[in-house]
């Protein structure tokens, strides 16, 4: 025993620890919700079920429930993404370039948080007639 020597192990502050991660569909979805809302154009998320239950939720003083995902759901596999959006377009403004411009910011903003986006789709379920885009 007395020859053995005592070996140190060299830990560096770079090491980390092995494991997988998971983006659930769900951060995914307010991810895309938020950068969807920043769109000019864009006038409401969801169809028009979502829409009057929102509505409902309003007048009874819940206003903030559903509405972080409402209009959009989000699978991912693997590191990418699949995005549904339903959208209500406000009057005047030209539907592919809103749809263009919400994919656009859509991919960056899922983008930046290190995962891919393989499809947006995008389906208009209304025009806002009139009504001012509701505030963000």
Known sequence: MADEATQELSITPDAVAGGTTHVSDEVVEKIAVAATRGVPGVAELGGDVARFF????DRVGLDQVGDARRGCSAHVTNGA??????LVIAAGHP??????????????AVEAYGLRV???????????????????
Do not use: C, Y
Request: hydrophobic residues 55%; aromatic residues 0%.
């Open 95 to 108: 539907v592919p370039q809103v749809t263009d411009e919400v994919r656009a910011a859509v991919a960056s």
């Open 54 to 57: 929102n509505a409902v939720l």
């Open 81 to 86: 993404a699949v995005i549904n959006l339903v």
């Open 118 to 136: 393989d499809e947006i789709n995008i389906k208009v379920d209304d025009v806002a007639m009139g009504s001012p885009p509701p505030a963000a």
